[in-house]
């Protein structure tokens, strides 16, 4: 179909598609315009990897608009947000008003009322809606990236229960989903009661194959040779071979140490093939990579830079990321060795693609585990540039005769796995219960079973019971907590969320992470710890009297309204403040944060630990014999992450010590930060005096540094080092810094003459962060890319962090 003929779509698209290249559209999208997605028709399109899904949703949201409406576009990663608004941005001349929200600033949203079209990952629409954004009521156009991620047990529920908030708010709105190629998208479609294009088209010929030996088995039956030298790995075999042919390789593999190894090994295949010129390019990408952060992955992944490899996984630094795909993009670095992240969506196509490591390991399952063909496809698909390459080839590597064919059944023959919702688990159902009676859009068991028909799950399921069942158990868990209250109304019965039900649905918790901070906080302000601390009684017959309780009637986190109210007595001002370790402690064992694993060795460290510090924390300490003991040690760990992070322990000693990359560190700075916010909401709600304790650690986590730092550290763009240079040169808080000489400031800052004069003008500004939490700021980190957000995009969009905010960034 020729873009001049694409109906409903403003008048000055076509040309614009023109200057870009795009002449006529690719088969898919012409059928989906015939489906109707200019017209309003709901779609799913369950097309390749690169295959112009972007353009598909693009259209359908320009003629939303262009007829009055409103459009939403949801992503699953915070980076893919970025991306999207770039993307959008280049309709702006056109009169089109973009936003982004992602971060952690605004609460309903208001600003993003005008807009046209809003970027947002899954989690922050679904803030928004528990928020009540009035400007929800006006969408015209909802779309769904990566829509087949529904599947994903830790995140796809949100999406699901998302859309069919969306849809039941909006009966007429259009929703528009990519997918992936999937084994079951008419599923998606008939969920969604949408035309489905369901298509393998691409752009570019994608060959499958298999190297083993010294040849590569293509899916076609060819084989070419592709010998592998003496000592040669066979992934530096085709990287080699590719670079003869000026190609680049993206090669997966499935963990961060394995990135690293391999980006390092494969820099020496690398860098041979560097012109002059490409080497002093690098050498400069090099210099950037080490400035943001003084960590051993910034050296090495420095080190890899300057010889024409990269790697990019999680725990790398958001700019660290930004950088290597860049690179990559530009041709300069030419082999990346990835986790599967990057195969989420990342646009970074490369001549080949190999994935090394098609088994990673499960703990749950109990070792190493297979990939899901949809993953392996998804890593595949990557190969091949547009408009670069005559075809793009995507390898797997076998070592013996009887993986080649192995490999072959299992993934180049195989057709994805079908998408099934992973709605009826417990932690998802217990969330979202909550939040559906507490935003009004059931009331009733029976309104939340018929809102529950709306969703993915209800149109899969042959075992409707099942989802029953797990709802009526959540309902009783949310109301023993205090959360929900029931009453009999006629034949059903009536549900309602109590304040500190609204509470918790607003703040994003998880119903059981508020349990969890409120018994902690009671304990405390009960005096427990101290109590026990005291008392002398040995850890085993704490833990015994912990168990007993436990086995009883009373879940642990089991709270009620007259414990509560019982807890607002005037004796908590004698009752010490708990230390921000305690606070860290607390927040680290709500399942709303990833733990870091307790390595070989740790637990006789941290048991001592535990008892050393026992006076600290809230709430009890679970016997050395009881399986939760573990998980406890684990949330210690990280809370003493936390606790040197915010005593401005250096972040080399940090992610040496916690064997974690920077992105971690920041990811789980910014998790505590969320959930000390929201255990400050609650103490405040339930009258419980600890909030000012709460805030302190906060602050000192959001900014990494000391008590006596906070107020520097909090001024936009000073952050930790800066805040200590400042501080060791006799300025001691904001006072000072709006009081200070010039001059003072500049030897302190190096004489870094912008970055003064940015921070002097900054000193005059409030800080919010030292402002209580408003309520309704909902907004939680998304931990979505396997426990790192870290992707640097927070408030993309709403406030551009000048180029002073960026450097600071650098203290991560
Ligand atoms: N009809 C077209 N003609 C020429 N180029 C196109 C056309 N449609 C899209 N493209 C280009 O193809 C490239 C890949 O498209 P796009 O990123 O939209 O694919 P995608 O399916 O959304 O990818 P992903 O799987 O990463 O989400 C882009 O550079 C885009 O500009």
Known sequence: MDVADIPAVPEWLPDHLRADGIESLYPPQGQAVEAGITEGENLVASVPTASGKTLVATLAMLASVERGGKALYIVPLRALASEKREEFEQFEQYGLDVGVSTGNYESEGGWLATKDVVVATSEKVDSLVRNDAPWLDDLTCVVSDEVHLVDDGQRGPTLEVTLAKLRQLNPD??????????GNAEALADWLDAALVDSDWRPIDLKKGVHYGQALHLEDGSQSELPVRNSEKPTAAIVRDTLEDEGSTLVFVNSRRNAEAAAGRLGSTVEPHLTADERDRLADI?????????????????????????????????EHRALVEEAF????????????????????????????????????AGGMQPLSVLEVHQMMGRAGRPGLDP????????????????????????????????????????????????SG????????????????????????????????DMIEYLERNEFMEREPSGEGEDLTATSLGHTVSRLYLDPMSAAEIIDGLRAWQRGDGRARADDGASAAERSAATDAVAEGEEPPGFTTASDLADDGGGEAAERPEPTAMGLYHLVARTPDMYELYLRSGDEEEYQMLAFEREAEFLGSMPSEFDPAFEDWLSALKTARMLEDWASEVDEEVVTDRYGVGPGDVRGKVETAQWLLGAAESLAGELGLGLAPAI?????????????????????????RKRARRLFDAGIENRADLREADKSVVLGALRGRERTAETVLENAGHRDPSMDGVDPDDSARPDENDG?????????????????????????F
Request: glycine share 8%; charged share 30%.
């Open 787 to 811: 426990g790192a957000s870290d992707d640097g995009s927070g408030a993309a969009g709403t406030e551009p962090d000048d180029e002073e905010d960026q450097s600071s960034l650098g203290d």
């Open 329 to 364: 993009r530009d041709r300069l670095v030419k082999v990346v060795s990835a986790t599967p992240t990057l195969a989420a969506g990342v646009n970074t196509p490369s001549r080949r693609v190999v994935v090394r490591d098609w088994r990673r390991y499960d703990g749950t």
């Open 173 to 182: 709105l259009q929703t528009v989903a990519l997918s992936a190629t999937i």
């Open 441 to 472: 859009f059931a009331n009733s068991r029976e309104g939340l079973l018929e809102f529950l028909e709306g969703t993915l799950y209800a149109s899969q399921t042959t075992e409707r019971g099942r989802l029953e069942r797990v709802m009526d």
């Open 391 to 438: 075809y793009g080839e995507a390898l797997l590597i076998a070592n013996s005769h009887d993986e080649l064919d192995e490999l072959f059944e299992r993934y180049v023959w195989a057709d994805p796995e079908p998408v099934e919702s992973k709605l009826a688990a417990e932690p998802a159902l217990r969330t979202h219960i909550l939040a559906t009676v507490a």
């Open 695 to 719: 805030r302190e650690a906060r602050v000192r986590a959001e900014h990494g540094v000391r008590e006596e730092l906070t107020d520097l550290a909090g001024v936009r763009s000073v952050g």
């Open 286 to 318: 090099a210099a950037e990579i080490r400035e943001v952060s003084d960590t051993e992955t910034s050296d090495d992944l420095a080190d890899a830079v300057e010889q024409g490899a990269a790697f990019h996984h999680a725990g790398c630094a958001s």
